[in-house]
Structures are given as structure tokens and as C-alpha cells.
T-cell receptor, first 111, second 110 residues
Framework: NAGVTQTPKFRILKIGQSMTLQCTQDMNHNYMYWYRQDPGMGLKLIYYSVGAGITDKGEVPNGYNVSRSTTEDFPLRLELAAPSQTSVYFC??????????FGPGTRLTVT | RKEVEQDPGPFNVPEGATVAFNCTYSNSASQSFFWYRQDCRKEPKLLMSVYSSGNEDGRFTAQLNRASQYISLLIRDSKLSDSATYLCVVATDSWGKLQFGAGTQVVVTP
């Protein structure tokens, strides 16, 4: 049982480049989330989705975009990468009001 | 003011000892409370939910004080494997949108 998978594990981007962080879950969860975690800070919600075709902004959405065409996949798009987007990105999924399951994270450096 | 505040630690604990720490939350409408555990460079994982009456899971005890808006975690008979960062997590929405504290680091030493 894979749970939540994320790719890539690591990535270095140059300023202004774009990339997509992939997230897939095999638990048939309706709810999916993208967080970023900076050193010494709590996880900050970037975007979330309550089901296929439905997405909404979280606390720190600027510079990111998402889509949810299927229940399983919730990719996060970074356009015009900036050094401030250097962080660890976690994808998570859950059923309503239940435990959130996290993927292993993507470590992104923008230089 | 942060939504969820925690003492970052580290709490250095001898193996076998007891350690306890709190977190405070600012939104009095918060509905659900959790402790997550995060190992170094790993993803967070649910340790336990926190119920109004307090609850225990093996060596771990969680308490909720709604009047003072804090939750606590107590670890008894600490093991080396308990070394981790413990994240205080609060849900303010009915569908599970979570607010994370920055975490309390616990280091259990032999």
C-alpha cells in the first residue's frame, strides 16, 4: 500500500524556472493538501482540494497553482521560481475530519 | 500572534524519565486537536488525537484545556526512539483544515 507518493524527492531550480511537483494517493481520499515547511516554522497550507475539480487557496498560495482532475492526483505548479520558494513541500490526503497522511516531501532549492 | 504556539525546545530527557510540554492556540472556535510526530527530514505522522476528557495511548497522555486554550503532551518512561519533533495541530474547520505549530524538539539521551 503506497499511501501518498511525491516526486521528485529533491530539485534545484534557477530563479525564473518553472516546475511541477507531483502528488498521488491510492487511498481514495477526497481531501488533498499542499503544505510548505520552512526551518523552524510550522507547516503552511498552500492549496487544498475537497474533491476532483475543486481547489481552493490556503494561507500562502502566491506563486503556486494546482489542479485536481482525478481523485488520485494533485500536482502543484511553481511558475517563475523565486528564492523565497526554497522549502520542503509536503502533500497530504485525508477523509473528512480524519488523520491526514503525508507524502515523504520534496526538498526544493531555488538559486 | 501565531495561531498555534509551541516551545521549540529542545527538551533533553534522560532515558526512562518523563517529559511534558504544552502548546497554546488562539482560536477559541477550534474544534479538533492532535499531536503529530515528525522525525528529522521525514514527513509528519499522527501520534494521537486529543479529546476533551484527555486520553492516553501507552506511554503518551494528552490533555486539552479549552478554558485556557492549551493542549499538553506527556511522555512517560522515555525511549531513545521518542526523540523527534512533536507538532501541535489544531483544526478550526469542520472538514479538517489544520493549523500547525512549529514543533517541540525532544531529545532522549542514554
Amino acid at each position: 500500500n503506497a499511501g501518498v507518493t511525491q516526486t521528485p524527492k529533491f530539485r534545484i531550480l534557477k530563479i525564473g524556472q518553472s516546475m511541477t511537483l507531483q502528488c498521488t494517493q491510492d487511498m481514495n481520499h477526497n481531501y488533498m493538501y499542499w503544505y510548505r515547511q520552512d526551518p523552524g516554522m510550522g507547516l503552511k497550507l498552500i492549496y487544498y482540494s475537497v474533491g476532483a475539480g475543486i481547489t481552493d487557496k490556503g494561507e500562502v498560495p502566491n506563486g503556486y497553482n494546482v489542479s485536481r482532475s482525478t481523485t488520485e492526483d494533485f500536482p502543484l505548479r511553481l511558475e517563475l521560481a523565486a528564492p523565497s520558494q526554497t522549502s520542503v513541500y509536503f502533500c497530504a490526503s485525508s477523509s473528512l475530519r480524519e488523520e491526514q497522511y503525508f507524502g515523504p516531501g520534496t526538498r526544493l532549492t531555488v538559486t | 500572534r501565531k495561531e498555534v504556539e509551541q516551545d521549540p525546545g529542545p527538551f533533553n530527557v534522560p532515558e526512562g524519565a518523563t517529559v511534558a510540554f504544552n502548546c497554546t492556540y488562539s482560536n477559541s472556535a477550534s474544534q479538533s486537536f492532535f499531536w503529530y510526530r515528525q522525525d528529522c527530514r521525514k514527513e509528519p505522522k499522527l501520534l494521537m488525537s486529543v479529546y476533551s476528557s484527555g486520553n492516553e495511548d501507552g506511554r503518551f497522555t494528552a490533555q486539552l484545556n479549552r478554558a485556557s486554550q492549551y493542549i499538553s503532551l506527556l511522555i512517560r518512561d522515555s525511549k531513545l526512539s521518542d526523540s523527534a519533533t512533536y507538532l501541535c495541530v489544531v483544526a478550526t474547520d469542520s472538514w479538517g483544515k489544520l493549523q500547525f505549530g512549529a514543533g517541540t524538539q525532544v531529545v532522549v539521551t542514554p
